[in-house]
């Protein structure tokens, strides 16, 4: 079987993270990435709870800001990579301060950087992600900068993926599959 | 002709409750159950021009908060019954004071006992709910809260209608037809 | 070839300039309308980057209000029409100050004559709008009417429209395709 790249996308609520799972169990070696930190009760309560919903037997790397280097070393032990989410990996980056040698702001590139890993190993991936962007537009800055970064590295991923899928009050529907459009 | 259910999901001004009432024609004895309370005079007027679409011999159960309470006894004299909205009843169960018997705010439950409702009786149930969750999350621990609570009770409705019709700019995707993932 | 009304509908960084100007190719006379103004550096930074994608030999009309009045007197120049955006369009019209002979806020009544021109005349147009209601409903009554408002446009012209696209992370879904409901 070749490996196949999956964008979960969807709202809050809206089961992303179920269906990504269910995704996934189809791998023998699975690793989930989680990109949550604890920063609060709420966050905390959150991780725990999706850490209950996945089989025991199912790795778990956790890292908020550098996901290629904590990626890079542990891909070749696994068929099945479980990215969840991209949503929170962009909000943890686009707050970050730039250090000296990389600006962790500079999240598209990186993106193109993580999309590069998939490319090169063996492992399917199934990528969760928020759709921030149907909403009235914020009027605070950091949200409009927020919002226009995560769109740019979920169309990155979605341009890559072989699914496309959008999640709505639970149901999946896999928009590559609608999509017949000539010009894409 | 036996009953159906069906979610009619959609954002602000998306034509949910047009293509609701649409869906309501079919109905011999249709119960229209209004979640939302005139409150202010915004929403007085709206409430005033959802009432004016609709065919006068159509009946008019207003009950913002104990639906499973009111609808029971009246749920045997109708063949179908559009309740429009759950958006707003989740949002007057969230503001109300907890009392003595009972916490309104214990939504989830709720809304499974209205389904069990629709379950044991034989009356379509067309329901209509916003999608809040593809905005920017909002910082404000209500507003979350709020976008969680709605989209848990989505789910609920979603997991068990025959139908689950997302609506854009007034154009009707069903997308149980649609959704063709094996996971689900 | 007959003419088309294409509505290209999506959040904030989905694609939707790209997409509309990929169908604008296939025009040979292209008037692209920006409803835009540069009002700050960030959306001058915006236009620029837009118009920087489109081909030099594209006409370019600037016009933040007036779109009937703009449009009429070019309109038999061209095959085809790429209007960039309702979003903004209706944005300008409801911050402007009403005048003695008109007022700007009657966004609907405008938006009917502007899909009148269409109607009268040879060319294809394509035109872009953001969907702003799938968030959590803004607490600021300003933000609430812009939604209103801007829902009703959209449904007037995706009631007209030939193709209603859904971009999602870059992706396009005609739903006017996958809306087999008939109710509309």
Redesign the interface.
Known sequence: MSKRLT?V???????KSR?AQ??A?AGQRVLVVATSEAGDA?MAARIQAHRAERPAHWDTLEEPLDLVTALAPRLPNYDTVLLDCLTLWVSNRLLSPPDAGQDPRDISAEAHRLLRLYEQGDASWIVVS?????????ANEL??A???E???V??V???AADD???M??????????????G??
Chains 1, 2, 3 share one sequence.
């Open positions: 964008l996308l969807g709202g809050v609520r809206a089961g269906h269910a995704l169990q709420e928020n759709e921030v962007g149907l909403g009235v537009i914020p949200a409009r927020y919002a226009d995560l769109g740019r979920n169309q991923f979605a341009a496309v899928t959008v709505f009050a639970g149901v999946p529907v896999n928009i590559n599959a609608l999509s017949s459009d010009t894409r």
